[in-house]
């Protein structure tokens, strides 16, 4: 008599699973924590841009107002009004060309603000 095996060639396992359900146990559901809001995201790099950057940050500033603005207006605090899907589009675009231009002036500070150090140091 051949023993039974599997199509791999592995001896089968017995299951212990008579009905169907699982007897591990089951870690319990934790709630996942709210993603936070974007404007809090943008706070937080505007905080880590201003420690990196000291001074040099303000050079930046002027762009995250704008992308903070948008992000306001996209998603208002309390009960606000959305804008319409075509306003919200155009914030949406706003606040992505503010952000890609901050990307690279964010660049160009932090490559000037290390240089600069150099220099003093």
Known sequence: ???????????????????????????PL??????PKPVAL???????VDAELGS??????????DVRQALLALDPPGDGML????????LRAKATAALEEAEDVLEALQLGARSGGRRSG
């Open 1 to 27: 008599m051949r023993p039974i095996t599997t199509r791999d060639g592995r001896a089968p396992v017995a299951s212990t699973e008579a009905d169907g359900l699982s007897r591990r146990p089951v870690a």
């Open 30 to 35: 934790v709630p996942t924590p709210p993603a």
């Open 42 to 48: 943008l706070e937080v790099l505007s905080q880590r």
């Open 56 to 65: 040099w940050s303000e050079g930046v500033q002027p762009l995250l107002h």
């Open 83 to 90: 804008p319409s899907p075509q306003d919200q589009q155009k």
